[in-house]
Nanobody
Framework: QVQLVESGGGLVQPGGSLRLSCAAS????????VGWYRQASGKQFELVAS???????KYADSVRGRFTISRDNAETTVYLQMNSLEPEDTAVYYC??????????WGQGTQVTVSS
Protein backbone atom coordinates (compact mmCIF):
# COMPACT_ATOMS: atom_id res chain seq x y z
CA GLN A 1 0.00 0.00 0.00
CA VAL A 2 1.29 3.45 -0.88
CA GLN A 3 2.48 5.59 2.02
CA LEU A 4 1.25 9.17 2.41
CA VAL A 5 3.15 11.70 4.51
CA GLU A 6 1.62 15.00 5.57
CA SER A 7 3.61 18.14 6.39
CA GLY A 8 3.34 21.91 6.58
CA GLY A 9 1.28 22.41 9.70
CA GLY A 10 2.08 24.87 12.44
CA LEU A 11 0.87 27.70 14.62
CA VAL A 12 -0.68 30.65 12.82
CA GLN A 13 -2.69 33.67 13.87
CA PRO A 14 -6.30 34.07 12.79
CA GLY A 15 -6.43 35.38 9.25
CA GLY A 16 -3.12 33.77 8.39
CA SER A 17 -2.24 31.15 5.81
CA LEU A 18 -0.57 27.75 5.65
CA ARG A 19 0.12 25.31 2.85
CA LEU A 20 -0.04 21.63 3.66
CA SER A 21 1.65 18.95 1.57
CA CYS A 22 0.80 15.30 1.13
CA ALA A 23 3.62 13.30 -0.41
CA ALA A 24 3.09 9.82 -1.84
CA SER A 25 5.78 7.17 -1.97
CA UNK A 26 5.07 6.67 -5.65
CA UNK A 27 3.16 8.29 -8.50
CA UNK A 28 -0.45 8.02 -7.42
CA UNK A 29 -2.63 11.07 -7.55
CA UNK A 30 -3.42 10.87 -11.25
CA UNK A 31 -5.28 7.61 -10.71
CA UNK A 32 -7.20 8.04 -7.46
CA UNK A 33 -9.24 10.59 -5.59
CA VAL A 34 -7.47 11.94 -2.55
CA GLY A 35 -8.93 13.91 0.27
CA TRP A 36 -7.71 16.20 3.00
CA TYR A 37 -9.40 15.36 6.30
CA ARG A 38 -9.13 16.95 9.68
CA GLN A 39 -9.83 15.81 13.18
CA ALA A 40 -10.28 18.34 15.93
CA SER A 41 -9.77 17.23 19.50
CA GLY A 42 -12.61 14.97 20.58
CA LYS A 43 -14.34 15.10 17.22
CA GLN A 44 -14.84 12.84 14.22
CA PHE A 45 -12.84 13.04 11.01
CA GLU A 46 -14.15 15.71 8.65
CA LEU A 47 -13.48 15.73 4.90
CA VAL A 48 -12.52 19.30 4.03
CA ALA A 49 -11.42 18.95 0.41
CA SER A 50 -10.88 16.32 -2.25
CA UNK A 51 -9.47 16.15 -5.75
CA UNK A 52 -10.29 13.46 -8.28
CA UNK A 53 -7.90 11.77 -10.68
CA UNK A 54 -9.25 14.14 -13.33
CA UNK A 55 -8.46 17.17 -11.23
CA UNK A 56 -11.96 18.10 -10.07
CA UNK A 57 -12.04 19.58 -6.59
CA LYS A 58 -14.74 19.63 -3.93
CA TYR A 59 -14.84 21.47 -0.64
CA ALA A 60 -16.73 21.37 2.62
CA ASP A 61 -18.98 24.37 3.13
CA SER A 62 -16.90 25.42 6.11
CA VAL A 63 -13.76 25.95 4.00
CA ARG A 64 -15.07 26.79 0.53
CA GLY A 65 -13.54 30.02 -0.70
CA ARG A 66 -10.69 29.84 1.82
CA PHE A 67 -8.98 26.51 1.06
CA THR A 68 -7.66 25.29 -2.28
CA ILE A 69 -6.62 21.72 -3.06
CA SER A 70 -4.19 21.04 -5.88
CA ARG A 71 -1.60 18.53 -7.00
CA ASP A 72 1.74 18.62 -8.78
CA ASN A 73 2.27 17.45 -12.35
CA ALA A 74 4.31 14.49 -11.15
CA GLU A 75 1.21 13.27 -9.34
CA THR A 76 3.16 12.55 -6.21
CA THR A 77 2.15 15.51 -4.06
CA VAL A 78 -1.19 17.04 -3.17
CA TYR A 79 -1.39 20.44 -1.52
CA LEU A 80 -3.94 22.22 0.62
CA GLN A 81 -3.57 25.99 0.56
CA MET A 82 -5.38 27.39 3.56
CA ASN A 83 -6.10 31.12 3.72
CA SER A 84 -8.08 33.27 6.15
CA LEU A 85 -7.60 30.68 8.84
CA GLU A 86 -9.96 30.68 11.78
CA PRO A 87 -9.60 29.17 15.27
CA GLU A 88 -12.23 26.62 14.21
CA ASP A 89 -9.75 25.28 11.66
CA THR A 90 -7.52 24.02 14.47
CA ALA A 91 -7.12 20.26 14.03
CA VAL A 92 -4.79 17.52 12.92
CA TYR A 93 -4.92 17.37 9.13
CA TYR A 94 -4.55 14.12 7.20
CA CYS A 95 -4.57 13.19 3.55
CA UNK A 96 -5.93 9.85 2.43
CA UNK A 97 -7.32 7.89 -0.45
CA UNK A 98 -10.77 6.37 -0.30
CA UNK A 99 -9.21 2.95 0.12
CA UNK A 100 -7.08 4.14 2.99
CA UNK A 101 -10.08 5.69 4.64
CA UNK A 102 -12.13 2.49 4.28
CA UNK A 103 -9.23 0.48 5.74
CA UNK A 104 -8.94 3.04 8.55
CA UNK A 105 -5.28 3.43 7.63
CA TRP A 106 -4.03 6.93 8.43
CA GLY A 107 -0.67 8.65 8.48
CA GLN A 108 0.69 10.74 11.32
CA GLY A 109 -1.05 13.89 10.15
CA THR A 110 0.11 17.46 10.63
CA GLN A 111 -1.11 19.74 13.41
CA VAL A 112 -2.63 23.08 12.49
CA THR A 113 -3.25 25.50 15.35
CA VAL A 114 -4.93 28.84 14.72
CA SER A 115 -4.58 31.08 17.73
CA SER A 116 -3.62 34.61 18.67
Amino acid sequence: QVQLVESGGGLVQPGGSLRLSCAASRRLFGTVTVGWYRQASGKQFELVASITSGGSAKYADSVRGRFTISRDNAETTVYLQMNSLEPEDTAVYYCNTELGRLLNSWGQGTQVTVSS
